[in-house]
T-cell receptor, first 112, second 120 residues
Framework: SQQGEEDPQALSIQEGENATMNCSYKTSINNLQWYRQNSGRGLVHLIL?????REKHSGRLRVTLDTSKKSSSLLITASRAADTASYFC????????????FGTGTKLQVIP | EAGVAQSPRYKIIEKRQSVAFWCNPI?????LYWYQQILGQGPKLLIQ????????DSQLPKDRFSAERLKGVDSTLKIQPAKLEDSAVYLCASSPIRRGGLQPRNYGYTFGSGTRLTVV
């Protein structure tokens, strides 16, 4: 079953604008990860945020995590056409062994 | 560092035929995962290995799907017989996490390029 739900399902922006994607999940987590998938390709790990962290940056990416609301957001600043892809959040449920469950994804289109 | 290798890249078979996919994870990665991704959906975990043992196969349709990881390295996923609804991309991923190990579990996965299966 899918743990995370991304919102919006699809997003279209102009190059240079910022893109924000949201993820909501249901159970307590150990960490939350964001992945990118270009059409027809494998997934690429972008960033991981631990449950005790609230914000993390990596280049043009900014991720926030609110464990009280069970939600996360991914912000891509100054978007480029090459950022066009599907973005998935994935949660590693707390306890037990590492088991990452993926959400439904947000399809981002950046128009040059 | 070499990535996760998968083959074949594409496969078209008729329903009721069998098919096998191969995955070679990153050297030294203890944990290997097979995911199924149906068009328009997120990846769904089929099976998780740690070394050559199965950790989780709760979502593997065991009447038709099987997987093994010999010697804790390469892995194969087989479907026999295939159904139309098995059409999907099959993704292999690996991570260095060991259960009970000293490494923190905060590692992302490294994915292969996937095998796109079409069942006609």
């Amino acid at each position: 079953s899918q743990q995370g739900e991304e919102d919006p399902q699809a997003l279209s922006i102009q190059e240079g604008e910022n893109a924000t994607m949201n993820c909501s999940y249901k159970t307590s987590i150990n960490n939350l990860q964001w992945y990118r998938q270009n059409s027809g390709r494998g997934l690429v790990h972008l960033i991981l945020i631990r449950s005790n962290e609230r914000e993390k940056h990596s280049g043009r990416l900014r991720v926030t995590l609110d464990t009280s609301k069970k939600s996360s957001s991914l912000l891509i600043t100054a978007s480029r056409a090459a950022d066009t892809a599907s973005y998935f959040c994935a949660t590693d449920a707390a306890g037990g062994y590492q088991k990452v469950t993926f959400g439904t994804g947000t399809k981002l289109q950046v128009i040059p | 560092e070499a990535g996760v290798a998968q083959s074949p890249r594409y496969k078209i078979i008729e329903k009721r035929q069998s098919v096998a996919f191969w995955c070679n994870p990153i050297s030294g990665h203890a944990t290997l995962y097979w995911y199924q991704q149906i068009l328009g959906q997120g990846p769904k975990l089929l099976i998780q290995f740690q070394n050559n043992g199965v950790v989780d196969d709760s979502q593997l349709p065991k009447d038709r799907f099987s997987a093994e990881r010999l010697k804790g390295v390469d892995s194969t996923l087989k479907i026999q017989p295939a159904k139309l609804e098995d059409s999907a991309v099959y993704l292999c991923a690996s991570s260095p996490i060991r259960r009970g190990g000293l490494q923190p579990r905060n590692y992302g996965y490294t994915f292969g390029s996937g095998t796109r299966l079409t069942v006609v």
